[in-house]
């Protein structure tokens, strides 16, 4: 096991729909971050968060929207999505500032936008 | 654009080393080198990383060449469940966090019984 957890792993919802999307990292890592991975594009990043404060938001659709209440949980919530937001939704966790700094991946949530 | 180029897929039979190979011509004095594999449908798995030395762990191996220009991942003895595609990427060190991962196309690596 990676130490991250998601939940849901899989979720469909409408458009008009409101879901969350969790993450728990119990590794004591101090980033954050959402990526998304669709079938026909690569790993893309989409929030970080670095000691609870975001540092980057790669232009992401405002139907996003990230918290991070402390160090150990990220959300993603998530509001009139489009079939095209349909894809695998990844949250992963690194020591900020250590060398050599490796990303862990949890198992991502499956999400489908009917 | 990746700064890495892998084969597009290997094949490996069961209980035999399966080595993986990566180019990386133009890698900085700073960056690492880093192992993921994701098997379909799930998160990436963190496999191993090195800067200049061979490394090892508990999952696999990692050569690095003496002028860093490509390296080979090698699990020792695969067995089916390391049937994945592999992702080999250049990661600098800031100090700062290097923040975002960029897989290229990786090697879909699958071991045959």
């Known amino acids: 096991e990676t130490g991250v957890t998601q939940t849901p792993r899989h979720l469909v919802m409408g458009m008009t729909n409101k879901k969350s999307l969790k993450c728990e990292q119990h590794?004591?890592?101090?980033?954050m971050y959402w990526y998304k991975q669709s079938a026909k594009k690569p790993l893309e990043l989409m929030f970080v968060?670095?000691?609870?404060?975001?540092?980057e938001n790669n232009s992401v659709p405002s139907r996003f929207s990230p918290e991070c209440p402390n160090s150990s949980h990220l959300f993603l919530h998530l509001h009139t999505l489009q079939p095209e937001d349909s894809a695998l939704y990844l949250c992963?966790?690194?020591?900020?500032?250590?060398?050599?700094?490796?990303?862990?991946f949890g198992p991502g949530t499956r999400l489908l936008v009917l | 654009d990746a700064k890495t180029t892998q084969p597009p897929s290997m094949d490996c039979a069961e209980g035999r080393a399966a080595n993986l190979p990566c180019n990386h011509s133009?890698?900085?004095?700073?960056?690492?080198v880093y192992w993921y594999r994701q098997i379909h449908s799930q998160g990436p798995q963190y496999i191993i990383h090195?800067?200049?030395n061979n490394e090892t762990n508990e999952m696999a191996s990692l050569i690095i060449t003496e002028d860093r220009k490509s390296s080979t991942l090698i699990l020792p003895h695969a067995t089916l469940r390391d049937t994945a595609v592999y992702y080999c990427?250049?990661?600098?060190?800031?100090?700062?966090?290097?923040?975002?991962?960029?897989f290229g196309k990786g090697t879909k690596l699958s071991v045959i019984p």
């Open positions: 090195g800067l200049k």
């Open positions: 133009t890698i900085s004095g700073n960056e690492y």
């Open positions: 992963a966790s690194s020591q900020a500032g250590a060398k050599g700094e490796t990303q862990y």
């Open positions: 990427i250049l990661l600098p060190y800031s100090g700062a966090g290097s923040y975002q991962l960029t």
């Open positions: 590794l004591g890592h101090n980033a």
């Open positions: 968060y670095s000691l609870e404060e975001r540092v």
